[in-house]
């Protein structure tokens, strides 16, 4: 490092793994003094040989890195969720006095943080939750972070913060989100909006690689063309990428090596269940959750494949260019669909617990070194600054136009895949969602019937209060069945 200083530190990090270390490293190349500590001695010497020229310093020991830092002590954990970060939180507690601050910026679930809060509240300790997007790259140049939590000791790290986020239109993409565990539940909704969009593109590739039997050139040049456009952003960037990715010696793609089994780290899931439980519908986000879940039975998956015999769909189209069109089209409704199921439920977590979200802001702050970050974004943005108290996207005028717009290619593409026997889980849960959300009158009166029929659970009347049961099994006998029981 450029400096001998070792104490005086303006802010500790604890887990120089990939994110943590980069994100030290972005503070020091921003003029921060900052101090590190990891267990593994290997990932303290690659942050000294990493950060030679700038102000940063390793340390391997846990109590002689606190005490190198400056008071208030700011500490930022960036461990794996879970039990570690509360192992980790128990060794600081007696080297931290009150006032210090403490930092989570993994993923951990928001129920942890809340607990944590009022745990560490409790002995005089600050605690703030902070959901970090942007992977390696965004961590070592700029990342999207969502703090949470006590909003003095947020206000504390705020010149650092702004200082290593990612920048648009010269705005740092962070700000306070809210109290509690406001960040990393936002945090986790991004990321369950990041799980829809990575499906439905999984889905695009097998609808062009299957069904259309393009090379992966082609696959390439659509995806290239693609991110060029309205569909612009990082995910369909890295995608256009990895299909010219070939290991050094190897003449084809490295994609088509590896298996087809994905892996998750859990907070898609917790996305789906929190939905559940504040009955808000994210059909596309939960279509993207069963997939990952379904491909890990491939075992299972061979097995079906000899019983109903394996195929190889292919779709009918009598125009290539024109159903790419289409998918154009159909990929930006999906899109759309997947972001405003994941900002309804960030408004009605928003009413449940509290967390006064500024929609805009976060839409704002998504724009930005993000994996989520796009051009759609900035249309998502301008319909919260329009209304700020807009309860779903799909209702906005603007949103509305382009959901239109793309609509007829999108039932096109659908039914062509569906009729063609490729699956599209996602595609189809988006525009399903679309066409009951928009239906004045849903059949869920009959469900309403039939529990009470079943369980007298009661039904409401229209245009009438209260909650009514019927005697169901004597007043639905209709007269043939009368007359059908008196003969012999």
């Known amino acids: 490092m450029s ?9 500790g990090m604890i887990g120089l793994g990939t994110m943590g270390r980069n994100l030290l490293l972005n503070m020091a190349e921003h003029g921060f003094t900052v101090a590190g500590y990891d267990k593994d001695a290997s990932k303290v010497s690659l942050l000294g040989a990493e950060g030679k020229d700038y ?27 879970g039990k570690i970060v509360d192992s980790v939180i128990q060794d600081l507690k007696p080297l931290l006095t009150e006032g210090d601050i403490i930092i989570d910026a993994g993923n951990s679930h928001f129920t942890d943080t809340n607990r944590r ?12 939750g902070m959901g970090v997007s942007g992977g390696e790259e965004g961590a070592r140049k700029g990342p999207s972070m969502m703090p949470g939590g006590d909003k003095e000791s947020y206000e504390f790290v705020k010149p650092i913060l702004e200082s290593i986020a990612a920048k648009v239109e010269n705005t740092p993409c962070v700000t306070y989100i809210g109290p509690g565990a406001a960040g990393h539940f936002v945090k986790m909704v991004h990321n369950g909006i990041e799980y829809g969009l990575m499906q439905l593109i999984a889905e695009t590739y097998e609808l062009v690689s299957k069904g259309l039997q393009l090379p992966d050139e082609e696959i390439h040049q659509m995806f290239k063309k693609w991110n060029q456009g309205r569909l612009q952003s990082f995910l369909i960037e890295i995608t256009s990428h990895i299909f010219t ?12 090596d590896i298996r087809d089994q994905a892996r998750s780290k859990g907070t898609g899931k917790w996305t789906s269940q929190v939905a559940m439980d504040l009955e808000t519908p994210i059909s596309t986000i939960d279509a993207a959750v069963e997939m990952r879940d379904l491909s890990k039975y491939k075992d299972l998956r061979i097995l079906a494949a000899s019983v109903y015999g394996e195929t190889l769909p292919t779709l009918n189209v009598t125009n290539k260019e024109d159903f790419l069109t289409n998918l154009e089209q159909a990929f930006y409704f999906s899109m759309i669909i997947s972001y405003a199921q994941g900002m309804h439920l960030l408004f009605n977590a928003s009413k449940a617990y509290n967390y006064g979200l500024k929609m805009q802001e976060i839409a704002k702050i998504w724009r930005g070194g993000c994996i989520i970050r796009s051009g759609f974004l900035n249309d998502i943005y301008n319909a919260y600054q329009t209304n700020q108290n807009l309860e779903h996207l799909l209702v906005d005028e603007q949103i509305a136009a382009l959901v239109t717009e793309t609509l007829p290619a999108t039932r ?33 009166n009959l469900i309403q019937a039939q529990r009470d029929y079943f369980g007298a659970h009661t039904y409401e009347l229209i245009g009438k209060e209260g909650f009514i049961h019927s005697n169901w099994i004597v007043e639905a006998l209709l007269p043939n069945e009368e007359v059908a029981k008196e003969q012999p």
């Open 3 to 11: 400096t001998t200083q070792e104490t005086g530190f303006s802010l």
């Open 55 to 81: 102000p940063v310093r390793g340390f391997d020991t846990l109590e002689t890195f606190i005490q190198s830092l400056k008071s208030p002590k700011a500490v930022m954990l960036l461990v794996p969720a």
């Open 117 to 128: 809060v009022a745990e560490l509240e409790a002995i005089g300790l600050n605690f703030f």
């Open 245 to 256: 990715f070939r290991e050094t010696g190897n003449n084809h793609l490295l994609l088509n």
């Open 412 to 444: 096109s593409v659908i039914a062509s895949a569906i009729s063609n026997g490729l699956a599209v889980p996602a595609y189809a849960a988006s525009l399903s969602y679309f066409d009951a959300f928009r239906s004045k009158k849903m059949p869920s």
